[in-house]
Structures are given as C-alpha cells and as structure tokens.
C-alpha cells in the first residue's frame, strides 16, 4: 500500500533512515511534516529536488515540536518563503530561540554544532500557532493539530482525517523500520508518564490507517503499534517504581536504562546495526536524565 505522502531521509549523521520529513504536494507547492535539524539542510534539499521541488515550493512546515532534531531547519526554510505551524508552547522559542539553543548547548557541549547545525530564528509574520484541534487548511488539504504532551509540553500530533494518516513526532515512540521494535524518548525536561498516556489514548481514538513517527517512516501495523507504547510506558513505570526507592544516580540511571533496553532488543531480534541506529535517533543515555527529573519532581 503506497502512501499519500513521500518519507524524505535526511540521513542524519550519514544515519539511513533516523530521521525524517515528510514531503505532501499540494495545490499551490508543497508542505513539509518536520523540517530536520540544521545540520540535514542538504540532504533536505536533495530531497525535495529528486522529486521535482526546489526549496522555494516549500509553502509550509508542520512541526511537531521544536526538539533540534524536528525543527532545527525551520528558520532556514521560513528563509525560503515558508509558513511555519508550530504549538503555542513552542512558538516563542521559534521567534527568539537563544534560550532553547542555550539549553541544548549544556547537554550537547562542544558537539551542538555537529549535531544540530544553524538553528535560525523564525520572522515573527511566519509563525502561524493554532489552538488544539484548530484546522490548519493548506492548497486543498486540512489537518488537525492535537495538543499531546508525555515527550515535551510543546508538541503537537497531526491528524491528516481525509487519509487517515497521523503524524506523531515522538510521542508515537521511536520506531524504525526493520524488526518489530519501538523506544521511548524520555528526555528532560518534559518526559511526563501520565501526561503521555493520556495523549496515547487521544491518538488511539483517531481512525488512523497509517501511524507515522518522525523516527522513522510510516507503520500500518496501527494496533500493534498503540499496544506496544502502552507496553513501554507499563514498562518503564514498573522499573521506575522498582528502582527508584534506592535513589540511583544519573550515572546508575543509565545503566539500568541500558540493561532495560538490551531486554527489549533480545525479545523483539534487535541487532547491533539496528541498535545502533535507535542510539542515533534516540540516545538512551538521554532518557536517564528525564526520567530522575519526572519522579523527582511528580512522584516523590
Ligand atoms: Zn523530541
């Protein structure tokens, strides 16, 4: 089954299939699901050429939220002409983004520009911040923003209903193509366990025909898909509430997030190289930091 949208690999890091955007034509050019971080604009532009588009085309951006990884090109697109959608959580940080580059430079150190590339500020005049559930209309397609924290208080999901398609940034899991598998990005500051569940069970009710995180590429297996995020949230609040009364340290964290992951690798057939790859797109070592933040400041 072919889908009505085209997955472009930014090959992020040399990375095959880590991250993506997601390219639909319309009426009047082309919109984009996720711009990529800053340090993928090339391959961003490679991609929109192979299929006939120059950047210019790019009318709109829907993004997700704005983690580097997701938004880091926004600026470089709005450049471009382009309209970026963003959550009202977000939005500031798209405008003025010194304080969210701050952030990301005391976790990322001295590889932030490696990673991330040029984070550029978006003009204020291209910023459009619908409400929850507000339609955003573009050429002849319309698509529904859902306001779905769990990954980060500025995210949205974006519901495609007249093809049953459902954008899910992180908060659909990180998935990879290949064995059965999904992660959870639990990162800081945000990571919040209740707040994910109910936005799982907002997105559950939608008649999603096609589930497709930004890590990486569409899933019509939509049952599956919701039964096992539950599974990983059941999961790693049992672990959570097993391990936390010993007062582990970041460093302990890690490694008890390491042996939790190796477990799922052994039961879903996850190799080295896909391993690998699901570090790239999603580092564990990350989610050690935001889950001691979540129950140190929600469930203690
Ligand atoms: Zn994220």
Known sequence: MSTPFVTLDLHFLGTPRAIAAYLIPHREGVLLVESGPGSTTEALRRGLEAHGYALEKVTDVLLTHIHLDHAGAAGFLARHGARIHVHPRGAPHMAAPERLLASARRIYGDQMDRLWGEFLPVPEAQLHVPQDEEPIRIG??????????????????????????????????????????????????????????????????????????????????????????????????????????????EPTMRRLLDQWVAGWNQRDGVDQALHQAYEAANPTWMSAAGVLRYWHKFRT
């Open 140 to 249: 002849e397609h319309t698509f529904v923003p859902l306001d779905t924290p769990g990954h980060a208080r500025h995210h949205f999901a974006y519901f495609w209903p007249e093809q049953g398609v459902l954008f899910t940034g992180d908060v659909g899991g990180v998935r990879l193509p290949g064995v059965r598998h999904m992660r959870l990005p639990m990162p800081p500051p945000e990571f919040h366990l209740e707040q994910w569940r109910a936005s799982l069970q907002r997105l559950r009710a939608l008649p999603a025909r096609w589930v497709v995180p930004t890590h990486f590429g569409p899933f019509d297996d939509v049952a599956w898909h919701w039964n096992r995020l539950e599974a990983l949230l059941d999961d790693i609040e049992a672990l959570l509430t097993r391990v936390m009364p010993q007062e582990p340290d």
